[in-house]
């Protein structure tokens, strides 16, 4: 019987995983357990241990292929920039376990492909009660499939809410992504909202090929100006 080149690579990882089994199962199972009293003590000494045992290089080298331990690199990040921002409910300081940190990030991937794909473009509530604004911005860069379209809608959820700083951090992720109108208008009307006139027209000095959309704003900007 002759077997193809895709059934032989799928032995293969199968070998693999039996012997990544054999060798490191156990202490996976140990280091997540670890990784959980961290999460349950819950203290910022608690925590630079987890962050100190997901950054050993040992353990990058042996679990980085597991999806568990890729999730949590990326949760890493997310608490790191958390603490940079000065943001008090962490994305550890709402989860206790790894398989709560997992199903947190997982509801907001599964929220942005919601707003992505036309389904419940009205329903903040993971914005409005739990994801942080460097959160919802990680699972838009890696998991987003149009990251421009989704940063807008999200940007629209914040600014409903009243949250026009957070709405701009989305926003200028978005342009990093691509000079796009829409991002582009929405970044002006923020800046027109507090009287920053100049910085608003350096953004739409950037639009290369205005539309309609663009003129739809000037009206809104000179009717506010009018007030």
Not at 196 to 216: D, G
Request: aromatic residues 10%; contains cysteine.
């Amino acid at each position: 019987m002759n077997i193809s080149k895709a059934e032989m690579e799928l032995v293969e990882e199968a070998k693999k995983m039996e012997i990544w089994k054999m060798l490191h199962l156990n202490d996976w199972k140990q280091c997540v357990k670890d990784i959980n009293l961290c999460l349950i003590e819950g203290s910022d000494v608690s925590y630079e241990k987890l962050i100190n045992i997901i950054k050993d290089k040992e353990t990058l080298d042996n679990y980085l292929d597991t999806s568990e331990f890729a999730y949590m690199v990326v949760i890493v990040s997310i608490y790191e920039e958390e603490k940079v921002r000065g943001i008090e409910k962490t994305i550890f300081s709402m989860n206790k376990s790894i398989d709560d940190l997992i199903n947190y990030i997982a509801k907001i991937k599964f929220w942005i492909w919601r707003l992505e794909f036309g389904e419940d473009e009205k329903d903040n509530t993971i914005i409005e009660e739990e994801a942080s604004c460097v959160a919802v911005e990680c699972m838009l860069r890696v998991a987003a499939f149009d990251k421009v379209k989704a940063s807008y809608l999200v940007s629209l959820g914040y600014r409903k809410m009243g949250r026009d700083v957070d709405a701009l951090k989305i926003l200028f992720y978005a342009n990093s992504v691509s000079n796009d109108e829409r991002i582009l208008c929405e970044i002006a009307d923020i800046y027109i909202k507090y009287g920053k006139v100049e910085e608003s027209m350096q953004y739409v000095k950037m639009i290369e090929r205005p539309t309609k959309r663009v003129e739809k704003y000037m009206d809104k900007w000179e009717k506010e100006y009018a007030k």
